[in-house]
């Protein structure tokens, strides 16, 4: 049953979060920064939403209603009567601590705390709040209105019927979840994933294959849609850079440290899609 979510931050996830639960119903309050920021995530919102109405996936008169159901903000404050919270900031523990320290003093009783996060541990997060039994991670996948996976984290206190509200939210914009039933770094997406990826690179970096050829083995020879090195083009070298430094620091494991060449195309600014250049030229 639709209610009424926040969304904080209004980058790629953010502004996908946003699309997927006003199309369900859901009245959207979406926080960030700046205007400007905000102005990106609704003309990114207004392009997708257009892209389905000219495929004929939702009707045109969807674009402006869904558009319609969707606030934005620079105020925190704006988001206390929400019944779910999405948090999808950056991957840095420091800036997602100080907002569910907010968030903890502006949202009502009973409210889903949710974050984003795709590897920090659920239960670092909620150490700040004086209500633990309410954060829950909701990790939604790039792009969200295309993407199906929704992994529920549980955090060492979460309860089962935050958990349960979770779920209900997630389901009901769409999305099939699987429960994380303990917060490991990097769950179990990003835990399989960044060992993948950091293998990939590795071998990229060596000079034993192409980053194309890579990317056909893996999708001709295991069934993957995209490649690896494709994938994290689209999600962006920054991002994955900071989940597997989190997922090494969480785990001393050396399979998960982040090697050389992506190191050094995120100093350079070769962040994937989003800047033209990545492991492929857009």
Request: net charge negative.
């Amino acid at each position: 049953m639709a209610g009424r979510l926040a969304v904080i931050g209004s980058g790629l996830m953010g502004s996908g979060i946003a699309q997927v639960s006003a199309q369900a119903g859901w009245q959207v309050t979406m926080r960030d920064v700046n205007d400007a920021s905000l102005n990106r995530g609704m003309a990114a919102i207004e392009e997708s939403l257009t892209r389905f109405a000219v495929k004929g996936r939702i009707a045109e008169s969807d674009v402006d209603a869904t558009l319609s159901r969707i606030t934005t903000t620079t105020d925190l404050d704006a988001v206390a009567e929400a019944d779910v919270v999405v948090e999808a900031i950056f991957e840095k523990i420091e800036a997602k601590h100080d907002v569910f320290k907010q968030l903890d003093k502006i949202c009502k009783a009973g409210a889903v705390l949710g974050t984003n996060t795709s590897a920090i541990p659920i239960t670092q997060i909620a150490t700040v709040t004086e209500r633990p039994e309410s954060v829950v991670g909701i990790h939604f996948f790039s792009p969200v209105p295309m993407m199906k996976l929704v992994e529920l984290v549980r955090g060492y206190q979460t309860s089962d019927e935050t958990l349960a509200a979770a779920r209900s939210y997630a389901e009901g914009v769409g999305k099939t979840c699987v429960e994380v039933k303990r917060d490991v770094a990097g769950f179990v997406s990003n835990r399989l994933f960044s060992a993948i990826l950091v293998e990939a690179i590795k071998l990229v970096e060596s000079g034993v294959v192409s980053a194309e050829d890579l990317d056909t083995v893996m999708k001709l020879g295991f069934g993957h849609a995209m490649g690896p090195l494709a994938t994290v083009d689209l999600t962006g070298l920054d991002v994955m850079l900071n989940a597997a430094g989190n997922i090494y620091r969480d785990t001393a494991d050396e399979k998960f440290f982040p090697p050389e060449l992506l190191q050094r195309m995120v100093t350079a600014g070769d962040l994937g899609r989003k800047t033209g250049k990545g492991f492929y030229t857009y």
